[in-house]
């Protein structure tokens, strides 16, 4: 789960539409648990996630497994 | 966020020094224009957030915070202008002071040093919306639709979610682009595998077959199955170090060549040529009209101007026009900017097409200028050479144009003339090569065998990597595509529900503040891509924008409605502190108390700070109990900045005056308020006035009709206890009534129509104790009008508001007087 506090100056709005695309892609079994844990941390950090940062996210998992 | 508790300005915009104690609680800042309000609502919007929108919002050229936010004296002197507020931070329940300094806007002091609460005044740098001006309201009712959509955005800070929107685009295009790349690569491997083993259409069974042929000349056992780990080579003896790599193996070479030629010969497949010519007859339409391609350049533009035209004027130019034509004029362009755009669609799809021909014949044309190289005698490379170029030029043309659209012409001669056909010098030079390589000595029908094995396991290899490429692309692809369409799914989803709500809640609030005349009001906001539609209901009539045909006063009073709604949802419970500064000043007097009402309890966990130039109007917000604190500006001087008054108060600055024997003064001010009040009361008790056509009304006119009905309302409600047999009820009502007759004996109010000489007209003419006396009369009887409860003291009023009167009430309910007697 990723660390739900680590959001500060996300809007409840953008909280909103995170959790709502999280649960979205959760229940899509064409997306990896991995992926989404990772794009989910990555969303919650505050800033506007870049598209490499979503690439590496989805698709390029740190060695040695999760950061 | 915060609720602030003091305020301390030092030198900032028209202000010296001054303190202000707000105590958590809601205030009131008065002073007429000039007098040093808004430098107070600038302080506050520095110290939190390091700006002042009104030095550098729109039309701010040459205006800085850092050279006009120090008061003009200290322009010189940044450092002198500072601003310290201290504050409570209810979710935490902790206090912070915040320091902010004009010499470095971009530093902020706060004290404790606590990361919790350094992320409160971090969130309200990103909040600078907390502090609305009367003027910032219009932008959210008659704005047009795409700017709405922008500032409603900015508010609910969506545009992080527009940016996540366009990142995951552009993740997603990426990977399409790297998928179409990978399948293209895959298809040119499996071309090249083909042609070693000269097969049209790759099919599993025919490549065992053909690699069996060959094995089988070189006495080698047959493959009975491909797999990615098969060997076309297996059994094969390895080759002397010399021979480890043939420069030109002649059977594949041939394979290749022919593979060319053939194409070539072939002439240009169908499908090619539609595409082509498509793509050319866009093109060329695109190049000679350059209108269309122009208004394909400038759909948005159009689309926003079309949204800016609010009167008889070109929004730009401000060239005349009558509004209808001119809307009519660019909706033309944009049907045909909207055609433009389908039909680049179309082209873009063309030229993918011509794009992945062209990239197999430059592959095919390498491998001939490569065996070329390999010949001892080398074939003329000049022609090959000038037909690759050719290719690759039409190949970087028509990549270009799908970059930069207005890159036509290139683009245009890559397709207007086939390229699949080399000029008969080029042709000549395949041909050369092709006979040269022809030529060249038979080799063993083993040793042909064992080149085409080792040239078809070197293709295979390669097509299973780039199968393997193409199918990680794919599916990369595919997962880009579903998190895009579950983001934008999501994002439409929660958005839709926002603005349904907000429209709720914005209806709701507009109904409270003008329930009179527009009960059954609705709103309804729109979302479409890069818009927000706002439409109001007008009594029934049908939903229209809101400067259609509501007033301007209705349409502030929508445009507060909405701030208040977009807030509430913004921040939640979070909005616990908003300054309005001179907001209320468009709300006419009748929906005063309605206001009031709504922000005390739609509102009752934020601080709002109120600034207005009507003292009236200050006073009034006491009376209903919105604000408990106050300061009063007037006077205001460059050397002194303003001159306050603690806690303003009418019956002080009355006795202010009289304590100075000013009895003229005092009593023009005892004689301005109650000219206000008594406004007030005529409409709470519904008294009778004589109608009067300027709408001017004076004291006499309103107090003694007001005090009439005052009395006879009271007289309904000790005759409806007793009709209904509540004893305890008609003796309180029975005792209030005895007390308000004696009070309205005392003000002489009621004899000012019949004795001149205690008319209010005559109150200049008082001596001092005797004006104190009439003082002290009005205090009380106001006193008697209002709720008893401390902490309402709101003034009683009439309800309904037409028809039958059935009760008079107070805000809180405990006052609540039943004026029926009986069905």
């Given at each position: 789960m990723a660390n739900k506090d680590n959001h500060v100056g996300l809007s409840p709005t953008v909280l909103h539409v995170v959790e709502q695309f999280v649960a979205a892609m959760r229940a899509d079994d064409g997306i990896q648990g991995d992926a989404i844990r990772r794009l989910e941390k990555l969303l919650r950090k505050g800033a506007v996630a870049k598209p490499d940062e979503i690439n590496a996210a989805l698709f390029d998992p740190p060695p040695g497994g999760e950061t | 966020m915060i609720r602030v508790k003091t305020i301390h300005i030092e030198e900032f915009r028209g202000i010296r020094d001054l303190d202000l104690d707000l105590d958590t609680k809601n205030f009131g800042i008065c002073g007429p224009n000039g007098t040093g309000k808004s430098g107070v609502v600038d302080a506050i919007e520095f110290c939190l957030t390091g700006d002042v929108t009104r030095l550098s919002g729109q039309g701010t050229t040459g205006l800085s915070v850092k050279t006009h936010a120090p008061h003009v004296d200290q322009h010189e002197h940044p450092e002198k202008a500072n601003v310290t507020i201290t504050a409570d931070i209810p979710s935490m329940h902790k206090a912070v002071k915040i320091h902010r300094s004009v010499k470095n806007p971009r530093k902020v002091n706060i004290t404790p040093v606590d990361a919790d609460v350094k992320g409160v005044v971090e969130e309200l740098q990103t909040h600078p919306e907390f502090a609305l001006s009367r003027r910032e309201i219009v932008k959210y009712i008659i704005t047009p639709p795409g700017k709405r959509s922008e500032d409603v955005q900015t508010l609910l800070r969506l545009e992080h979610l527009e940016k996540l929107r366009k990142s995951f685009t552009t993740l997603n295009n990426k990977r399409k682009g790297e998928a179409d790349e990978a399948e293209r690569n895959r298809r040119q491997a499996e071309t090249d595998l083909g042609n070693a083993l000269k097969i049209e259409k790759l099919d599993r069974a025919l490549v065992l077959e053909k690699v069996n042929e060959k094995r089988e000349i070189l006495s080698l056992k047959s493959l009975t199955e491909l797999t990615k780990d098969t060997s076309f080579k297996a059994g094969v003896a390895a080759p002397k170090a010399a021979e480890d790599k043939p420069a030109l193996r002649k059977a594949v070479a041939l394979a290749d060549l022919s593979a060319l030629q053939s194409a070539i010969n072939g002439g240009e497949p169908a499908v090619l040529v539609e595409n082509r010519q498509a793509a050319k007859s866009v093109l060329e339409k695109l190049r000679d009209d350059e209108q269309a391609l122009t208004l394909a350049r400038r759909h948005g533009f159009i689309k926003t101007g079309l949204e800016l035209i609010t009167e008889d004027a070109c929004p730009l130019c401000d060239k005349p026009w009558k509004v209808d034509e001119l809307r009519e004029h660019l909706r033309r362009k944009l049907l045909g900017a909207e055609k433009i755009e389908q039909l680049l669609q179309q082209l873009r799809a063309n030229i993918n097409a011509v794009l992945q021909s062209l990239s197999e014949r430059i592959h095919a044309v390498e491998q001939a200028i490569q065996y070329s190289q390999s010949?001892?005698?080398?074939?003329?490379?000049?022609?090959?050479?000038?037909?690759?170029?050719?290719?690759?030029?039409?190949?970087?043309?028509?990549?270009?144009?799908?970059?930069?659209?207005?890159?036509?012409?290139?683009?245009?001669?890559?397709?207007?003339?086939?390229?699949?056909?080399?000029?008969?010098?080029?042709?000549?030079?395949?041909?050369?090569?092709?006979?040269?390589?022809?030529?060249?000595?038979?080799?063993?029908?083993?040793?042909?065998?064992?080149?085409?094995?080792?040239?078809?396991?070197?293709?295979?290899?390669?097509?299973?990597?780039?199968?393997?490429?193409?199918?990680?692309?794919?599916?990369?692809?595919?997962?880009?595509?579903?998190?895009?369409?579950?983001?934008?799914?999501?994002?439409?989803?929660?958005?839709?529900?926002?603005?349904?709500?907000?429209?709720?809640?914005?209806?709701?609030?507009?109904?409270?503040?003008?329930?009179?005349?527009?009960?059954?009001?609705?709103?309804?906001?729109?979302?479409?891509?890069?818009?927000?539609?706002?439409?109001?209901?007008?009594?029934?009539?049908?939903?229209?924008?809101?400067?259609?045909?509501?007033?301007?006063?209705?349409?502030?009073?929508?445009?507060?409605?909405?701030?208040?709604?977009?807030m509430k949802h913004t921040l939640s419970d979070k909005f616990t502190f908003a300054v309005l500064d001179d907001v209320l000043m468009s709300v006419d007097a009748g929906h005063r108390r309605d206001v009031c009402r709504l922000l005390k309890s739609e509102f009752p966990k934020t601080q709002f700070i109120l600034t207005t130039h009507d003292r009236v109007w200050l006073q009034y917000m006491k009376t209903e109990g919105l604000i408990v604190r106050s300061q009063s500006f007037g006077g205001w001087t460059v050397d002194a900045g303003?001159?306050?008054?603690?806690?303003?108060?009418?019956?002080?600055?009355?006795?202010?005056?009289?304590?100075?024997?000013?009895?003229?003064?005092?009593?023009?001010?005892?004689?301005?308020?109650?000219?206000?009040?008594?406004?007030?009361?005529?409409?709470?008790?519904?008294?009778?006035?004589?109608?009067?056509?300027?709408?001017?009304?004076?004291?006499?006119?309103?107090?003694?009709?007001?005090?009439?009905?005052?009395?006879?309302?009271?007289?309904?409600?000790?005759?409806?206890?007793?009709?209904?047999?509540?004893?305890?009820?008609?003796?309180?009502?029975?005792?209030?009534?005895?007390?308000?007759?004696?009070?309205?004996?005392?003000?002489?109010?009621?004899?000012?129509?019949?004795?001149?000489?205690?008319?209010?007209?005559?109150?200049?003419?008082?001596?001092?104790?005797?004006?104190?006396?009439?003082?002290?009369?009005?205090?009380?009887?106001?006193?008697?009008?209002?709720?008893?409860?401390?902490?309402?003291?709101?003034?009683?009023?009439?309800?309904?508001?037409?028809?039958?009167?059935?009760?008079?009430?107070?805000?809180?309910?405990?006052?609540?007087?039943?004026?029926?007697?009986?069905?």
């Open positions: - | 010949l001892k005698l080398p074939v003329q490379q000049t022609q090959p050479a000038a037909y690759l170029k050719q290719l690759k030029d039409a190949e970087t043309a028509l990549n270009d144009f799908l970059k930069d659209h207005s890159r036509i012409e290139p683009a245009a001669q890559a397709v207007v003339r086939s390229w699949w056909s080399p000029k008969a010098d080029q042709q000549a030079r395949i041909d050369e090569l092709h006979a040269a390589v022809k030529a060249l000595p038979d080799t063993s029908a083993e040793d042909e065998a064992r080149d085409i094995l080792s040239v078809a396991q070197d293709r295979y290899e390669k097509l299973l990597r780039e199968t393997k490429t193409a199918r990680e692309q794919k599916s990369r692809r595919a997962v880009a595509q579903k998190v895009l369409d579950h983001y934008n799914n999501s994002c439409t989803g929660v958005l839709e529900g926002i603005y349904d709500q907000v429209a709720k809640d914005f209806s709701r609030f507009y109904c409270v503040i003008n329930r009179e005349d527009e009960e059954k009001f609705v709103g309804k906001l729109t979302s479409a891509p890069a818009k927000l539609s706002f439409d109001v209901d007008f009594y029934g009539r049908g939903l229209f924008p809101p400067g259609a045909y509501h007033s301007e006063g209705h349409q502030d009073g929508m445009g507060f409605c909405l701030y208040l709604a977009l303003p001159r306050v008054w603690d806690d303003y108060d009418i019956w002080t600055e009355i006795q202010g005056e009289l304590d100075n024997d000013d009895v003229a003064k005092a009593a023009w001010l005892l004689r301005r308020y109650l000219e206000y009040t008594a406004t007030i009361f005529a409409d709470n008790l519904r008294a009778h006035v004589e109608f009067r056509g300027d709408g001017h009304y004076d004291l006499g006119d309103l107090l003694p009709q007001v005090l009439k009905e005052w009395r006879k309302r009271l007289e309904d409600g000790e005759k409806s206890a007793a009709h209904w047999k509540r004893d305890d009820e008609k003796e309180d009502i029975a005792s209030k009534r005895t007390k308000a007759k004696e009070l309205i004996a005392k003000t002489n109010a009621e004899q000012w129509a019949i004795n001149p000489s205690v008319h209010f007209n005559e109150w200049a003419n008082l001596q001092r104790q005797e004006f104190q006396e009439v003082v002290g009369a009005f205090k009380e009887l106001l006193e008697n009008l209002r709720c008893e409860n401390e902490s309402c003291k709101s003034y009683l009023y009439v309800l309904p508001r037409k028809g039958k009167a059935e009760e008079m009430r107070c805000n809180c309910g405990i006052t609540n007087i039943n004026l029926k007697a009986g069905a």
